[in-house]
């Protein structure tokens, strides 16, 4: 008994096993689609002043996918991350954020754009060419672009990510800090980084003002940064409460749903043209 049970187990783990293997198959056929159909879509999300103003924006990618309508990073950034694709994909994401901001320069010479670069890329040999190349085909005030990178990969790589921020920092672009409290950073690197931006992770965002603690951590993060000469970013703020805090304790600025989800980038740049109008 038991060995015919081993072996149906043994037959529903092969199924499962080639049930993943198909859909992973198909999942970098569609990632692949998806390229030559451009079906990646440019969305970006207002960060604002603690007046409310935008200051800028956050370029975070989304799927317009042709079945199951417009899809989040997280669906399909950890399988092209595994596939070897991130870099097209960030590749895709600067090139139009430097177009972006091509267009904004125009009429807005102070707004900014952030662009995430995945860990794998940021420490390739590649991103710092294709980088210039983008600067040399969008001759745009390199410091109106910044690149997000997360604390993680900082501390992984220490010595190759020092030397691919100093070479970023020479041409010009600005360099924050995502997810900022989330890894370990050490406080001595932390000062030594010639980073221009911190963004506090929306895990210490979320429970403001109920959790005494997060309200403390905050606040701490916020004050180190201010000494560090830093500017500090809020992510995930969804309340007036939250919004209250982070101006009692000097901010600079907050993105969140409670004052724009991400939404396509011709809405952005509509929602920043009435806002200046009536400002
Ligand atoms: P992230 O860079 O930390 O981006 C912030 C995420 O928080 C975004 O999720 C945003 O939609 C979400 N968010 C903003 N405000 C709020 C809020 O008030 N409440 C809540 N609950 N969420 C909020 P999204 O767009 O799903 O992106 C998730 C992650 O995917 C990003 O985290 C970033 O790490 C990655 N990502 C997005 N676009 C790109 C890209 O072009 N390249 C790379 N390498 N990664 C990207
Ligand atoms: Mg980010
Ligand atoms: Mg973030
Ligand atoms: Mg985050």
Redesign the pocket.
């Known amino acids: 008994r038991a060995k015919s049970l081993g072996g149906n187990n043994y037959q529903i783990f092969q199924r499962n096993m080639a049930t993943e293997a198909s859909e992973t198959l198909s999942l970098e056929g569609e990632i692949r689609r998806a390229f030559e159909e451009q079906e990646y879509t440019l969305y970006l999300?207002p960060k604002v002043d603690m007046e409310g103003h935008i200051q800028g924006f956050?370029?975070?990618?989304r799927w317009d996918h042709p079945e199951r309508g417009i899809l989040?990073?997280?669906e399909f950034?950890p399988a092209m991350e595994s596939l070897g694709m991130?870099e097209a994909?960030?590749n895709f994401?600067l090139e139009a954020s430097c177009r972006q901001l091509k267009v904004l320069e125009k009429l807005y010479q102070d707004v900014t754009i952030a662009?995430?670069?995945?860990s794998t890329h940021f420490t390739d040999r590649n991103f710092i060419s294709y980088l210039k190349s983008c600067l040399d085909r969008y001759p745009i005030d390199p410091s109106r672009l910044e690149l997000?990178i997360t604390e993680t990969l900082l501390m992984e790589n220490m010595s190759i990510g020092l030397e691919v921020i100093e070479q970023i920092k020479e041409l010009g672009v600005r360099i924050a800090i995502?997810?900022f409290g989330t890894g370990y950073s050490s406080l001595s690197y932390l000062k030594k980084l010639p980073v221009d931006t911190l963004k506090i992770d929306?895990e210490f965002i979320k429970d403001i003002p109920d959790s005494e603690s997060d309200m403390q951590i905050s606040s701490v993060i916020i004050f180190l940064a201010k000494q560090l000469n830093f500017k500090v970013v809020a992510?995930?703020?969804?309340t007036s409460e939250q919004l209250v805090f982070l101006k009692a304790n000097q901010c600079d600025l907050a993105?969140?749903?409670?004052f724009s989800k991400?939404i396509p980038a011709h809405q952005a740049l509509l929602l920043l043209e009435s806002e200046r109008l009536h400002q």
């Open positions: 999300q956050e370029s975070l990618i989040p990073p997280n950034i991130i994909m960030d994401v662009v995430n670069i995945s997000e995502d997810d929306r992510e995930g703020v969804e993105q969140g749903f409670y991400p």
